[in-house]
């Protein structure tokens, strides 16, 4: 017999073997929830990483946007820039590349390949076509911030028949028209503030063609939120017959411009608009129109302008009015005729969906003509339409239609066909 002592030994025997299998799968779980905590903790702080990495993409992303909108609104005065170059400059920009100096710089530009038709009916005589394809538009754009108050743009353009080569078209340095220093210098080769020039069509207003400025210039100005002033000053080709050689600056201009910040006026809701004057209205493309030697006239002819532009949602608007200020002599513009040009235009634009555009612009002018003598051969009224369709990213495809009439003595029908990219 078993006696009650070794009965309960053996009973805390086996209650001892019983236990320990259970305390080992015990360790084994706390091990293995010790573990699956460790990489809990590995994982949070590789996610804390990613999140401090894309903080930083999307500030530096933020400071990219920041910077074209800053040198779009330099543009708004000084910049000669395509929309798809805008476009490309707003949306791929944001890295940028690193120059052996350690310099940011930005570039960007725009492909614009070109298919027109024209039909001119004269008042008397057979009407006459002419077809073409052009590259009407190679450009790039170099953009260097060189430090914080401090950027340099260079701008290459080649247009089909109007530059051969490809040429410098714009360079200059921008200091200051920073958040802390308003005050900014503008200097070099610009097209000073003499007109808007803004437009949702294929072809340049006629504001433009006739009035568009481009000099070696230095302005100074102000810039901040809802309004900007400059002023400046350059040597231009055309001068008065009693200063001699054209060696000396002899053209000054200024400019007054309201632009409200993007949501200020609600939402979807953008205005904008201004003043400038200038001393010598001939210093820019009207220079063409001029008859005499020598880009030379007995008076300089002051001109102003003033331009709007408004947009609500889907529909923009655009005005824009520059004319001389007083006649130019018979014989300058008109060979036996005083003459006062001036032109004005307007423009509809209706933008019902993201990729699509439609736009409709009414124009007129007084100036030189063919049949004066002159090599610009301005029409009386100019209107037309033009539908374009982003059908690719950055890649539009554009179809317009234009109206010319020459004083009632001839028209022209123009259908012109654009594919453009932006890069």
Known sequence: MISKRVLAVMAALALCLTALPAAAAEDRQDELVRQLLEEVKALKARVGELESKLAQTSQAAEQAGQQAQEAQATSAHSLKMSEQAQKAKGEQVAGG?????????????AIEVEGQYANLKPKNGPSSSVSDFTLATAEVFIEADINKYVKGLVHMLYEEGDTDPMNIDEAYILLGQTDDVPAYFLGGRMYPAIGLFETSMVS???????????????????????????????????HQYDDGADNTINTFYARAQFDAPEGALGKDVDLNFGLAYINNIAAGNLREGLLTEYDQVQDLVAGWSAMISAQYEMVAFTAEY????????AGELYPDDKLKPYAYSLELAFMPFEEWTFAARFEGAEGPTADKGSDMDTPDHRWGLTASWEFLEDTVLSVEYMRFEFDDESEEDCVTTQLAVGF
């Not at 590349?97 to 530009?109: C, E, F, N, T, V």
């Open 97 to 109: 590349l690193l120059s052996d100096a350690g310099k940011r710089l930005k570039i960007y530009g």
């Open 322 to 329: 520059i004319s001389a200020l007083d006649d130019f002599k």
């Open 204 to 238: 340049d207003p006629i504001t433009q063609d006739m009035f568009e400025t481009q000099a070696t210039a230095a302005e100074v100005g102000w810039a901040q939120d809802w309004f900007n002033v400059g002023v400046g000053a350059f040597n231009a080709d055309v």
